[in-house]
């Protein structure tokens, strides 16, 4: 079965870096772009950031560029999102997502406050 397990997520502070990561499996994982979405309190879920199935190409919201840096392990079978420079408006649930699959992790929590 198609599974993501999304870790990572926790409180920091305005201007702190987190590193989320999900870990997948039960698909050939390698094959597909990967991307990371996050959805805030009563807002719609949103894109942040995807990356290609070999990792060469990655590509992201204008809200995150600069600050966000996606990356992926075929082998382990897992995506990171590198988060620098957090802000109280990336505080969301963040999920990652296989392009095309219709199946999501579970979230993890990412908050950005004093």
């Known amino acids: 079965q198609v599974k993501f397990v999304d870790s990572g997520g926790s409180s920091v502070q305005p201007g702190g870096s987190l590193r989320l990561s999900c870990a997948a499996s039960?698909?050939?994982?390698?094959?597909?772009?990967m991307a990371w979405y996050r959805q805030a309190p009563g807002k719609e879920r949103e894109f942040v950031a995807n990356i290609t199935g070999d990792g060469a190409v990655s590509y992201y919201a204008a809200s995150v560029r600069g600050r966000f840096t996606i990356s992926r392990d075929n082998p382990k079978g897992s995506v990171a999102l590198q988060m620098n420079s957090l802000k109280p408006e990336d505080t969301a649930v963040y999920y990652c997502k296989a392009t095309s699959l219709k199946f999501w992790g579970q979230g993890t929590q990412v908050t950005v406050s004093t």
């Open positions: 039960g698909f050939r994982f390698g094959a597909y772009i």
